[in-house]
């Protein structure tokens, strides 16, 4: 079974930085797209960012040039390095593997809080 479980969540000043982790288990890694979400109160979830199996990326226009994703396939982790944070990164941030037999996989998510 699929299990993701996200850390490295805080609260940290605007123009500060954290690194977010997934910890990934019950599957062998490597060839999934992972994926980091956010979801910020009262707004839907939105892709922050996508990795792909290959190391082709994908960012969100809102985050492009301050947030980072990358993966370590032997430890099965990814994270996402986000710089320069702002209030309005604040959000619960999820990762996301998939799809796997036609599924994706969710962490119960990490919660970031960037004061002004």
């Known amino acids: 079974q699929v299990q993701l479980l996200e850390s490295g969540g805080g609260l940290v000043q605007a123009g500060g930085s954290l690194r977010l982790s997934c910890a990934a288990s019950?599957?062998?890694?490597?060839?999934?797209?992972m994926r980091w979400y956010r979801q910020a109160p009262g707004k839907e979830r939105e892709l922050v960012a996508r990795?792909?199996?290959?190391?082709?990326?994908l960012y969100a226009d809102s985050v492009k040039g301050r947030f980072t994703i990358s993966r370590d396939d032997v430890e099965k982790m990814v994270y996402l390095q986000m710089n320069s944070l702002k209030p309005e990164d604040t959000a619960v941030y999820y990762c996301?593997?998939?799809?796997?037999?036609?599924?994706?996989?969710w962490g119960k998510g990490t919660l970031v809080t960037v004061s002004s």
């Open positions: 996301n593997l998939g799809p796997r037999n036609g599924m994706y996989y």
């Open positions: 990795l792909t199996g290959r190391g082709m990326t």
């Open positions: 019950g599957v062998i890694f490597g060839v999934d797209i």
